[in-house]
């Protein structure tokens, strides 16, 4: 298992449907955990390793990636997870920092298992042999109708869009209703926060929270 030992710091982990905020509430959340004197890493999924960066360019922009399968779609980011646990959060977590990742399983969850229609036994055994006991200890989802997630990948996008931002309004909808079931089966867990309202507002009560939370 990743953590040999109970871990002095705190993983939080963001999650949410393309274009809901995540990058930059992570950015912010990082600003007041330094300001409180916390020692803070921001990572993301798929990513946050040399090796996970290589498999983020597979999964993204690869030129067949339209013919992926949703299980090799799956394995792909649950290896890349499996570096970043063990490179990277578990290290981290044991020295005592706060690390901040930008998607971690509940990505594979909604995504995989509810968007792309996988079983969900296999999903969820494909987490675990991915993250071991290293599980955040805070989630937050930040929510957003689809219709504002999709216009706000069309203001973001400049480039070609990449393989997620391709997807259809049906496909957004499962991963919409997915994160908020999420937050339904794990209030303990998972902070669900409106994602329409102001940067500033969205910031402020992701951390009171957080705070609530840490102490």
Not at 111 to 135: C, E, T
Request: aromatic share 4%; net charge neutral; charged share 25%.
């Amino acid at each position: 298992m990743p953590l040999k030992q109970k871990p002095t710091g705190k993983l939080i982990s963001f999650e949410g449907s393309e274009g809901c905020g995540k990058s930059t509430q992570i950015a912010l959340l990082a600003a007041h955990l330094l300001k409180t004197g916390r020692d803070v890493i921001t990572t993301r999924e798929p990513g946050g390793t040399e090796i996970g960066e290589q498999i983020r360019n597979i999964i993204v922009h690869n030129s067949k990636g339209d013919e992926m399968c949703a299980e090799t779609e799956l394995l792909l980011f649950a290896a890349s997870r499996a570096q970043l646990v063990r490179e990277v959060i578990a290290p981290a977590l044991l020295a005592g920092q706060y690390v901040l990742s930008d998607r971690y399983l509940d990505s594979s969850t909604v995504y995989q298992g509810i968007a792309r229609n996988l079983a969900p036994d296999p999903v969820s055994h494909i987490n675990r042999f991915a993250v071991g006991n290293v599980m955040p200890d805070i989630t937050v989802v930040i929510d957003v109708p689809t219709e504002v997630s999709l216009q706000r990948l069309k203001q973001r996008v400049t480039d070609v869009p990449d393989r997620m931002e391709r997807e259809n309004v049906d496909f957004y909808n499962k991963v919409r209703e997915g994160y908020l079931l999420l937050a339904k089966n794990m209030p303990e867990r998972v902070i669900l926060v409106d994602g329409t309202h102001s940067t500033t507002a969205v910031a402020q009560t992701i951390w009171e929270h957080v705070q609530l939370r840490i102490g």
